[in-house]
């Protein structure tokens, strides 16, 4: 197993460990009658309710573990992060089990000095500064606010939608001669045609569009239009419109109200972000501008290499933190796969410069703030910090103590597929082509002739009723596609069917459709040697678990472990 591998199956034993309630160390609980399970749910909801989050229900050696980890932990095994969520009484046991186990692991990765590795200690520390830029960015976000004014607004130009024919025309006389023309008894649609014809516009085609998605010029002359009128021509971008105004309508629709909410809400948390690293910038740094701006890492002249080099100061912090040409670079250096040599060659890297910088201040000035304020000594940041330290240390100990004991063989691999072959079966493909019909008696005509030998080019060509190809509401691919991916209707139709045979289809009251069966692809097994990996990574991934299980065993011998929470409802 590869690296890539590996990383991936610790993920997702970290995570297992943390969250899954599947494999706990409690026995199934019987059979419950239905009244207890109700005085079951009641008391667990009592005891994970916010009002009971502090309270102990286990305790190993000197680390507690509340009430309100063991609702957290069973809320995201649940996939229910959202308050209120509820989770069953009957799992709380094994999920409180887990979390006993997994604090068992913690101490002993700490016991063998696993967090003073540097690369976890590393972790560690980043993990400490993230909390205190988290905390502090969440309480600045909390103030923000969204007036219900705006968001009525843009949520009126979201659902209100415009129905026009426009043209877009490169000179302004030859806009001004759309309704010169119209006006000498030509439509428009006739009008678009012949001055798509001359060369002298682009026909846009007609359709909604909503009025958030339009300039805000051509919404005005469409607002100013009569349906069935044209709007005076419009420059945008140097670009001239005029448009025939058909219809305006309003479609309601509660869940775009949600999005526009939220993109709002997305904004004006980007600018508070924005003013509040402003803020702290001016109060508690002093920042050589004129040096900033002179940066030019796309120069020959002095070069990234010399810049790298580079102890003049950029910025100096209230806490003596100071930001160098040098450590600046290097921090932009960060930012290019290739690095900042590569960038730069490529003229890219100097439009990065400002906006790296920000954030490079602004990390170090939400620490110093964060120090100022004390946030370390706060319940939320310890809290924080204990949460992701254990997940780090978990990970780390099953990593350095426990993966690389096991190991899955080429026979357990081979088993497992002998054992499991259906899952490893190519799904049966099928190639189509097809015409689309408004009615199905067309549709039906054509079949008959297209049986009968007519030539399905020619038929696709001249047969009557035919759907325009850019309303056709079903494509077919040129390359395969699977069966199980079919509509029910168009799968019910190929039944029995053989390369080269024609089928009907009726796909709805207005659209039917004369489907040939191209090629024929059976499902089939796969090669043992192409699933093996997939193979080898699932059953090293499973022997994960029980090996947890084994450790914590073992460490439970050697460990004081209390569980306070042991029934419910009685």
Do not use: C
Not at 65 to 75: E, P, S, V, W
Not at 137 to 160: F, I, M, N, W
Not at 379 to 385: G, L, N, R
């Amino acid at each position: 197993m590869n690296a890539a591998q590996l990383r991936s199956v610790l993920r997702i034993a970290v995570a297992a460990a943390l969250l899954s309630p599947v494999v706990g160390r409690a026995a199934p609980a019987p059979e419950t009658p239905p009244e207890k399970n109700t005085a079951n749910s009641r008391a667990l909801a009592r005891i994970l309710s916010p009002d009971f989050a502090t309270t102990p229900v286990a305790k190993v050696d000197a680390e507690v573990i509340t009430a309100g980890q063991l609702a957290d932990a069973m809320l995201a095994a649940h996939g229910e992060h959202h308050a209120g969520a509820k989770a069953g009484a009957t799992d709380y046991r094994a999920t409180l089990d887990r979390l006993v186990d997994v604090q068992l692991i913690v101490l002993e990765a700490r016991e063998e000095g696993i967090d003073e590795l540097p690369k976890v200690k590393a972790a560690i520390e980043k993990t400490e500064e993230s909390k205190l830029k988290d905390i502090l960015k969440g309480r600045e976000l909390a103030k923000v606010k969204v007036d219900k004014a705006s968001v009525d607004r843009a949520y009126e130009l979201a659902v209100t939608e415009y129905r026009f024919h426009a043209l877009s025309i490169p000179k302004e006389e030859d806009a001004k001669d759309v309704a010169v023309r119209v006006k000498k008894g030509k439509t428009f649609d006739e009008v678009a045609r012949q001055m798509a014809a001359e060369q002298k516009a682009g026909d846009r085609g007609d359709g909604y569009v909503s009025a958030d998605k339009l300039a805000p010029a051509i919404k005005a002359a469409l607002d100013k239009a009569k349906p069935g009128g044209i709007t005076a021509p419009v420059n945008v971008g140097g670009t001239w419109f005029v448009a025939l105004f058909i219809e305006k309508r309003r479609k309601d629709d509660p869940k775009v109200r949600e999005s526009v909410e939220e993109t709002i809400l997305a904004g004006k948390r980007e600018e508070a972000l924005t003013s509040y690293y402003q803020a702290l910038a001016k109060k508690h740094a002093k920042i050589d501008k004129k040096l900033l701006h002179s940066l030019d890492y796309e120069a020959a002249k002095p070069g990234v290499e010399a810049l790298a080099k580079d102890g003049r100061v950029l910025a100096r912090i209230d806490s003596g933190k100071v930001v160098t040409v040098a450590s600046f670079t290097s921090e932009l250096d960060k930012q290019f796969f290739h690095g900042v040599e590569d960038a730069a060659r490529q003229k890219r890297a100097n439009q990065r410069i400002q906006v790296v910088f920000d954030s490079m201040m602004f990390r170090y000035l939400l620490v110093d703030e964060a120090n100022r304020q004390k946030l370390r000594d706060t319940d939320e940041y310890k809290k924080a910090v204990k949460e992701s330290t254990d997940r780090l240390l978990f990970g780390a100990f099953l990593e350095n103590a426990i993966l690389p004991t096991l190991q899955v063989t080429e026979a357990e691999g081979k088993k497992y597929y002998e054992d499991h072959k259906a899952e490893f079966t190519t799904p049966a493909m099928v190639r189509l082509d097809g015409l689309a019909f408004a009615q199905v008696k067309d549709a039906q005509a054509a079949a008959q002739k297209l049986k009968a030998g007519t030539d399905f080019k020619w038929m696709a060509q001249n047969a009557d009723g035919l759907v325009p190809a850019d309303k056709v509401s079903f494509q077919f691919e040129a390359a395969p596609v699977m069966v199980g991916s079919l509509p029910e209707g168009l799968a019910k139709a190929l039944s029995g069917a053989r390369e080269g045979d024609y089928r009907l289809w009726a796909a709805s009251d207005r659209e039917a459709y004369v489907v040939r069966l191209l090629k024929e692809i059976p499902a089939s097994p796969q090669p043992f040697a192409e699933v093996q990996e997939s193979i080898q990574k699932k059953l090293f991934s499973d022997k994960v678990g029980p090996a947890v299980k084994d450790w914590a065993d073992k460490l439970r011998k050697h460990h004081d472990v209390q569980l306070y929470l042991t029934k419910l409802g009685e």
